[in-house]
T-cell receptor
């Protein structure tokens, strides 16, 4: 079961690029890396998913080095509305039991 | 329809009450999940249904009883709850159970308060 480690919190200012790194040293060969965003009193929302190298969509980029032991979520030009908790999930390689959320990163965007 | 709908949004119940939380999706997903989330904590997996059969029960107390009447509906029946069961209960669905590229779609949650 791949365990993830993220910073507990980060602060940024509007308009800046934010990079949140997740460590997952025991990632398995067939594990994917998925990031979710959660606002208070709402369900998590899928942001981006990747397996290796770089993935980009309309809201974020995900950078995964060759050894896949970490990943970095990049949010370009954040706004106040990006203030949320960001979770990195790794897996599952089999059962959905392995869809376990880590502690997440509280991102606060300041004006 | 790309949503997971949960009702009610808020529920207050006494420790002797029986109530139910409901979840519905029309995306054709074949796996559905219940998570529990306490304040400032990550969601914790409770149950997983795969093709309408219970595939995972994360040692949840029997006062929580899940039910999957069909592939679109998921219920969580609540009976004799404790105040510490107060939390946000999240329903999610995914195209299938497990698998490397599994992506969950979550509902907005039901906020439960047990008095």
């Amino acid at each position: 079961l791949a365990k993830t480690t993220q910073p507990i919190s980060m602060d940024s200012y509007e308009g800046q690029e934010v990079n949140i790194t997740c460590s997952h040293n025991n990632i398995a060969t067939n594990d994917y890396i998925t990031w979710y965003q959660q606002f208070p009193s709402q369900g998590p929302r899928f942001i981006i998913q990747g397996y290796k190298t770089k993935v980009t969509n309309e809201v974020a980029s995900l950078f995964i080095p060759a050894d896949r032991k970490s990943s970095t979520l990049s949010l370009p030009r954040v706004s106040l509305s990006d203030t949320a908790v960001y979770y990195c999930l790794v897996g599952p390689s089999g059962s959905a039991r392995q869809l376990t959320f880590g502690s997440g990163t509280q991102l606060t965007v300041l004006p | 329809d790309t949503e997971v709908t949960q009702t009610p949004k808020h529920l207050v119940m006494g420790m002797t009450n029986k109530k139910s939380l409901k979840c519905e999706q029309h995306m054709g997903h074949r796996a559905m999940y219940w998570y529990k989330q306490k304040a400032k904590k990550p969601p914790e997996l409770m149950f997983v249904y795969s093709y309408e059969k219970l595939s995972i029960n994360e040692s949840v107390p029997s006062r929580f009883s899940p039910e999957c009447p069909n592939s679109s509906l998921l219920n969580l029946h609540l009976h004799a709850l404790q105040p510490e069961d107060s939390a946000l209960y999240l329903c999610a669905s995914s195209p299938r159970d497990g698998g490397g590229a599994n992506v969950l779609t979550f509902g907005a949650g039901s906020r439960l308060t047990v008095l």
